[in-house]
């Protein structure tokens, strides 16, 4: 016999749905929802916080409305402020002079518009009146006694700006010296074959100073100069030189400040050939010029010590290395300068005389100046045949 089927219960309409005992996963209805609740409070209920990073588009209208917020605060505290001090203030002082400040920024706007119109200002320089010539003439065997008084004045205005406002005066007391110097390179010439003719530029100095480490922050030397040598103004071979400026002219040559390979040549030569030095030194016409102290009759070592005299401003405190204390030469070791000099008075370079003196100034130079030369850069075949002999000795 079949089982009989149960009917199902029946349910009774005011109990409603069965609720299960399990806890359901999906989330309540939010109260904010409820009907119960005023549209009112609806509107001002900030949204459900999501869970998670915000998102990159929400970041920045969040920053700019606490900016805003911010700015209208300090706006509030600005009024308020400004309120504060109205209350201080009497009304009508106050706004008797706000129209007054209005006016006075529209001339100012009114005056920026006619300056924005106007013509460019134009700065008038008085052009620069040139020294007069004094009826003399520019000559090229000579210097004008307007390129002294140029000088004269350098050294009392030594100025970027004053030399720009006597740029007309540089340039021709600059062009006197260049054809004053061309003539001076003839006369090295003819006193010293081993001089060659070059170009002005590279026998003249600049009269720019180099500041970058001198304690003297003045831009220009006052004075000009030029130096005569195998190769110019620069490299290794001594030199004739000639300096003008105005109380401090003179004439004079050798090696100033040799390097290191060249020092060691002379300290060498003085070692082993005193006697050539002291004959050099001991010429006639060379002790008359560059050592007018020493009398012609005196022994060789007085001119020595003249000769040491004018060279020790940068000598060496002791004995250089390699030489003994007690040295016979001990004072010519000790130089690192070998050079000769002899003031002459400015009138002697702006007589029409100033190349007979420049040549008996350089003849007097010349056998010290070819000495010097013979040692720092001798002769390869002269060199073997010293060494042949000192091998003899």
């Not at 069965?18 to 549209?39: A, L, N, W």
């Not at 007309?168 to 600059?174: D, S």
């Not at 062009?175 to 110097?181: C, G």
């Amino acid at each position: 016999m079949a089982a009989r089927k149960r009917s199902a219960a029946e349910v009774d309409p005011g109990q409603g749905r069965r609720r299960s005992g399990r806890i359901s996963s999906t989330p309540q209805k939010s109260k904010y929802f409820q009907e119960s609740e005023s549209e009112d409070r609806e509107d001002d209920a900030p949204p459900p916080r999501k869970r998670g990073r915000p998102s990159k588009a929400a970041a920045p209208a969040v920053k700019k409305k606490k900016r805003i917020e911010k700015e209208s605060d300090d706006e509030d505290e600005y009024n308020e402020d400004e309120k504060s001090e109205e209350d201080q203030d009497d009304g009508d002082e106050y706004n008797d002079e706000k129209p007054e400040e209005e006016e006075d920024g529209d001339d100012d706007e009114d005056e920026d518009e006619d300056d924005e119109d106007a013509p460019p200002k134009v700065r008038i320089v008085p052009l620069e009146k040139m020294r007069d010539t004094g009826g003399v003439e520019y000559e090229d065997n000579k210097i004008h006694k307007n390129t002294l008084l140029f000088l004269k004045d350098l050294k009392v205005n030594n100025k970027r700006s004053w030399l720009k406002s006597h740029d007309g005066e540089y340039r021709r007391a600059l062009k006197d010296w260049e054809s004053f110097v061309d003539s001076a390179m003839l006369t090295a010439i003819d006193v010293d074959e081993t001089i060659p003719e070059l170009p002005v530029k590279d026998v003249i100095f600049r009269i720019h100073r180099d500041i970058r480490f001198s304690k003297d922050p003045t831009p220009y030397k006052p004075h000009f100069s030029a130096a005569f040598s195998r190769t110019g103004r620069k490299g290794p071979y001594a030199c004739y030189y000639i300096h003008c400026e105005p109380k401090s002219s003179f004439i004079g040559g050798g090696l100033w400040c040799p390097d290191k390979d060249q020092l060691a040549k002379l300290r060498r030569s003085i070692d082993r050939h005193p006697e050539r030095w002291r004959e050099v030194l001991n010429t006639p016409e060379l002790k008359r010029i560059y050592l007018p102290g020493v009398k012609p009759s005196a022994d060789d070592e007085k001119a020595i010590e003249a000769f040491f005299d004018k060279n020790q401003s940068n000598a060496l405190k002791k004995k250089p290395m390699g030489f003994d204390a007690d040295h016979r030469d001990i004072k010519l070791l000790r130089l690192r300068n070998f050079t000769l000099g002899a003031k002459i008075d400015e009138s002697s370079l702006t007589a029409d005389t100033a190349q007979e003196k420049i040549a008996e100034c350089f003849r007097g130079l010349e056998p010290f100046v070819s000495f010097l030369n013979d040692v720092v850069m001798p002769d390869p075949n002269r060199e073997e045949s010293e060494d042949e002999e000192e091998e003899g000795e």
